[in-house]
């Protein structure tokens, strides 16, 4: 089945085409917002928000850009929703104690480790995470679509809207950023 | 004490330990979990509609001061209402009921 004729069964409203584009996207859902949201539980509710979002919303898809682009567009959007959300509510912790309203922990474990990153590589990507959390929002959007998701800068450029020169510069910076705050974080750590 | 700084070739390492890295996959039965969560918020749509309505503090706030000024409005106009004609009613009763027990009418009473 083409994206065309999947956008074109889930505008009929046709149940069999979600089940298929949930399972042929979940990874890539899944994975996207992962990479933004750092934690695992996290990034399962977000995710399903996503395939909601868009079983709702897919009459809205004109088909200016490709279906898997406006697929990680709304992942994208909806993980930094879910951050803005975290952020607020961790700004009225002081309030409500240690636990939110619905008794979660608000304070997410430190050591985030994605499950796809090699055994040896484990302890530096742990860092690496940290400080990516760090970065400004579209530095840390052009860094996670290219580095997690394996975009190329002309697919992140169409992700974001931008122009692949701008991409080429945010991960640029990104990199220079990442520098500094793993310097930082080596310091404080002696 | 001079800090030690990393070096460049480890900064570089760190920012390379994502190469390679493989894709993460939700958990075994993510559309089953998806499913039901579509059901159940579709269950609770109403329901939840009305609560986080509800919820909102200016709209509970409103209900406050509405029910307060209502309470104000029926406690001031308690005072100076007029009795109803019921009560009216009553208190002629009762005004000719003791006209009717006065000595009045033992004083003139006829003795066989």
């Given at each position: 089945m083409t994206d065309q004729q999947l956008v074109e069964a889930l505008k009929a409203g046709e149940e069999s085409a979600f089940r298929v584009l949930v399972e042929t996207r979940q990874g890539l859902v899944y994975n996207t917002v992962l990479g933004l949201v750092q934690n695992a539980e996290d990034a399962e509710d977000v995710s399903q928000e996503v395939f909601i979002k868009v079983f709702e919303s897919?009459?809205?898809?004109?088909?200016?850009?490709a279906f898997t682009t406006w697929l990680y567009r709304v992942a994208v959007t909806s993980a930094l929703e879910f951050l803005r959300k975290k952020k607020r509510k961790k700004r009225f912790a002081f309030l409500t104690s240690l636990f939110g309203e619905d008794q979660?922990?608000?304070?997410?474990?430190?050591d985030f480790v994605h499950p796809g990153v090699q055994l040896d590589n484990r302890e530096k990507a742990k860092v690496l995470f940290q400080a990516i959390q760090k970065l400004p929002e579209n530095q840390r959007i052009a860094f996670t679509l290219h580095?997690?998701?394996?975009?190329s800068y002309q697919e992140v450029a169409d992700v974001m809207p931008t122009t692949v020169a701008a991409v080429e510069s945010l991960i640029h910076r990104a990199r220079q950023n990442l520098k500094k705050i793993l310097q930082d974080y080596y310091k404080q750590e002696i | 004490m001079p800090k030690k700084r990393l070096t460049d070739q480890q900064v570089e390492e760190i920012l390379d330990s994502l190469s390679g890295m493989e894709k993460a996959e939700p958990r075994p039965f993510f559309y089953t979990r998806l499913q039901a969560r579509m059901a159940n918020e579709a269950d609770n749509s109403a329901w939840g509609r009305t609560i986080s309505l509800i919820s909102r503090p200016a709209v509970a706030f409103s209900v406050v001061v509405l029910f307060l000024l209502m309470n104000g409005y029926f406690l001031f106009n308690k005072f100076g209402q007029q009795p109803s004609p019921a009560e009216e009613t009553y208190q002629a009763l009762a005004v000719e009921y003791s006209e009717m027990n006065s000595p009045f009418y033992e004083v003139n009473q006829e003795t066989p």
């Open positions: 897919v009459r809205q898809f004109k088909g200016e850009s979660s922990p608000l304070h997410d474990p430190p580095k997690v998701e394996g975009l | -």
